[in-house]
């Protein structure tokens, strides 16, 4: 089925007391907690196997002058070591994925410049670094900010263009009476994960199969064809539990493609894992950006121009842009709107996809110069999104599906006592902290990707679901196990689900916050496609056909599924395609985000003290994984406005602080009081389900309420990310040295 026009009635919509909806807990849950689901790197067969280990670059650009491998290779344990000059033939890059060891050629810091293979870890691993390495440096550009002037316009990202414009920005910009110009920073960022990429490789009959972490097997599939130059067919990905991504495992990275290549040379199973440092060099990460915005409104508030200017920066000859203004082009209503993205050619590792690409970033801009605005017009930062809200999408010019940014920021003033904020800041203390609340909208796009599935009733009456798509901690398992059990008429304990595997009908895997939509929709079109097959078994057709108790009834008439399916069982197959809806609406979740932080007046720490999101996402299909995914992406908000940042060392192209101990992440002790709520909503343009994406939400605008909040605590405006205490401190003393000059007399300052 395809998305050509609104979703009518459906059995989700009509079953009472469902399973759809419900809180139900993880059906992966179990497994992962005893132990018994299998991560990529914890697989033990087949026998034999080998351990690789990537050896690293140590400069940014350049070439490899010398290359000694022969003191590894005669090391205990080594089986081979792989460098340029012995590493079988490849083929292209494919999305931002290269060949490895193809040349002496060094494009950045932490590129892969050996592969040493040994019968142990430790062996592969000391061996490593027994590989002697000599450079010759070429000189580097790294930093974004000093190559602005560089900085060029890139291609489309997808349906995603560089540039927009509606009306004319500039002249109404010029014109408006009332005006905000700020500059906003954010910082490089990495994904952080819990598992670290790993894979392990192996060839059988001329098939290539890899155990990897990767969010979409298909995508890898076709991707691994292309870099390693062999039919898309003749590759196998499972991936069957994914320790975490938020786009980092989004394409194979060098563990997927050197174990492929490793295995290929010993002629036996090869398992490769990047360890966390290599992580921060080998894989991609978010890059930093340069945000510049203008906002033109009248004195009621109503704005008259948005402008929103980005610059990010990437590899020499990649064209992947931090799209921060993207989200700005849909958030609020105004007849004059100009974006626009610039892309530097840095020296630095790939920048691509983090949690919610563009908007994350790019609301930590918008969403704090909003706050500005208002305190220039002296009005209610609610009340200003308000008077802005949009009925048609201000740059496309057509109808959202449904948008309840309003509503969210209502109820949730409601619910966190929004009326007690002091507008004024820095007049609310507590003892020695000073306290301030903060608000802001949160947006972020509903796609819907192309996915099939496949579903069987075995002759025991239990129902097995297969597809190839992923579950990277977001609860897919349990979602798919309640959607097959809803429409089928089955408790959840008789539905097997099965993921993560190519051999399995592709599907759209787990990114872009469009998994369980697009995922969920293919399985309801298999599920439906099955319940025709069993009434048409049964000899019912027509209304007041039932599906309940692992029965199907109508009137007098019952049978059991596991007679209808036989000794052979019965199978059927479904699929979601996007149609035209995507085009003639406006698809997006809303939500706002409220926070109240502490900041310590002698010492400017900051300290999140409660916080709350309300959002809506039509159809939720688990309270509970809903409300956790929504929680999830608010500590990843919360870490972005007020630590995270990949430090770079401007000189080598390199991140000093490449592990988890000194790149900070937020801790429990860090997040407090937080909540989720949904309100109820159905959205018949987004897929059968009536669903939209929930995983990146959570973390859009999350860090800009945090950020308002600590600026009507303390009357600091932090415009370079994360905020932490030096800069607090920082405005501290200008504050303090603003207000001796104004105390001393002009003509005393002048002499």
């Not at 009332?178 to 059988?204: C, F, G, I, N, S």
């Not at 409104?297 to 203004?325: I, M, R, Y």
């Not at 902290?433 to 903060?438: E, N, S």
Request: net charge negative.
């Amino acid at each position: 089925m395809d998305m050509t026009h609104p979703i009518g009635v459906t059995p989700l919509d009509t079953i009472q007391d469902g399973i759809v909806g419900k809180p139900l807990d993880r059906v992966d849950g179990p497994p992962k907690v005893t132990g018994t689901a299998t991560y990529a790197y914890e697989y033990k067969e087949p026998d034999g196997i080998a351990y690789g280990y990537l050896v690293p670059s140590a400069i940014a650009k350049g070439r490899i002058a010398t290359l000694d491998t022969a003191v590894a290779e005669k090391m205990p344990g080594v089986v081979a070591v792989l460098t340029y000059r012995n590493a079988p033939k490849q083929g292209k890059e494919s999305q931002q994925v290269s060949p490895e060891l193809v040349s002496d050629r060094i494009d950045h810091y932490g590129q892969a410049v050996a592969c040493v293979v040994a019968e142990t870890f430790e062996q592969a691993r000391a061996a490593a670094y027994a590989v002697e390495i000599g450079y010759a440096p070429d000189p580097i550009a790294t930093e974004l900010a000093a190559n602005l002037g560089k900085a060029f316009e890139p291609k489309s990202r997808g349906n995603t263009p560089a540039d927009t414009s509606s009306g004319d920005a500039e002249a109404a910009y010029a014109s408006a009476p009332v005006k905000v110009e700020v500059r906003y920073t954010t910082p490089l960022q990495t994904h952080a994960m819990m598992e670290p990429h790993a894979t392990l490789a192996y060839w059988r009959r001329g098939q290539l199969i890899l155990f990897t972490a990767n969010q979409m097997p298909n995508r890898g599939q076709a991707i691994l064809a292309s870099v390693l130059n062999m039919p898309k067919d003749n590759i196998r990905i499972v991936s069957r539990y994914v320790g975490g991504g938020f786009g980092a495992k989004l394409t194979p990275h060098p563990d997927a493609v050197l174990a492929a290549l490793a295995s290929k040379v010993v002629d036996r199973p090869v398992k490769l894992a990047l360890t966390r440092q290599q992580v921060f060099h080998s894989t991609f990460h978010r890059s930093d950006t340069i945000q510049r915005i203008r906002l033109g409104a009248t004195p009621d508030g109503k704005l008259v121009s948005v402008a929103h200017q980005s610059w990010s920066g990437n590899q020499p000859g990649e064209e992947n842009f931090e799209a921060a203004a993207e989200v700005t082009r849909s958030l609020y209503a105004t007849p004059n709107i100009m974006t626009e993205h610039r892309l530097a050619a840095l020296d630095v590792p790939v920048a691509s996809a983090m949690r919610a690409p563009g908007e994350a970033v790019g609301m930590l801009a918008i969403e704090c110069a909003m706050d500005e605005l208002a305190e220039k017009l002296d009005m209610d930062p609610i009340e200003l999104r308000a008077v802005n809200d949009a009925t048609e999408d201000p740059t496309k010019h057509v109808p959202y599906s449904t948008r309840a940014m309003v509503p969210c920021l209502r109820k949730g003033a409601e619910m966190f006592g929004w009326n007690k904020r002091k507008a004024a800041p820095g007049l609310v203390r507590d003892g020695n902290w000073l306290v301030g609340l903060g608000v802001a909208a949160a947006s972020r796009g509903n796609p819907l990707q192309p996915a099939k599935a496949w579903v069987r009733i075995g002759p025991d009456g239990v129902a097995t679901t297969r597809a190839a798509m992923t579950d990277i901690g977001t609860g897919t398992y349990t979602i798919l196990t309640q959607i097959a059990a809803e429409l089928l008429g089955l408790p959840p304990d008789m539905v097997r689900t099965e993921l993560g595997d190519t051999d399995f009908p592709p599907s759209s895997g787990s990114g872009g916050s469009f998994g369980a939509g697009s995922s969920g929709s293919a399985l309801y079109d298999a599920c439906m496609t099955m319940r025709q097959k069993l009434m048409l078994s049964a000899g019912m057709s027509g209304d007041g056909v039932v599906f309940k108790d692992g029965r199907v009834t109508q009137g007098n008439r019952s049978v059991t599924l596991a007679s209808l399916a036989g000794p052979g069982g019965i199978e059927a197959t479904g699929g979601i395609e996007p149609g035209d809806m995507h085009k003639m609406f406006s698809q997006q979740s809303y939500g706002a985000h409220f926070a109240e932080v502490g900041v310590d007046a002698d010492t400017g720490e900051i300290r999140l003290r409660r916080m709350l999101g309300v959002f809506t996402a039509g159809r939720i299909l688990n309270a509970k994984t809903a409300r956790s995914q929504a929680i999830g992406g608010m500590v990843f908000g919360v870490g972005a406005a007020l630590m995270e940042a990949m430090e770079l060392d401007p000189r080598f192209g390199m991140f000093v602080n490449h592990n988890l101990a000194e790149y900070h992440v937020p801790v429990h002790a860090d997040i407090t009081a937080i909540d989720a709520v949904f309100l109820p909503e159905l959205d018949d343009k987004s897929n059968p389900l009536k669903s939209k994406g929930i995983g990146e939400l959570g973390i859009c605008g999350a860090g800009a309420a945090v950020a308002n909040a600590v600026y009507n605590a303390t009357g600091v405006r932090i415009r370079d990310y994360p905020l932490t205490l030096d800069k607090v401190l920082a405005g501290f003393e200008a504050r303090e040295h603003a207000e001796r000059r104004s105390a001393v007399p002009s003509a005393v300052q002048g002499g």
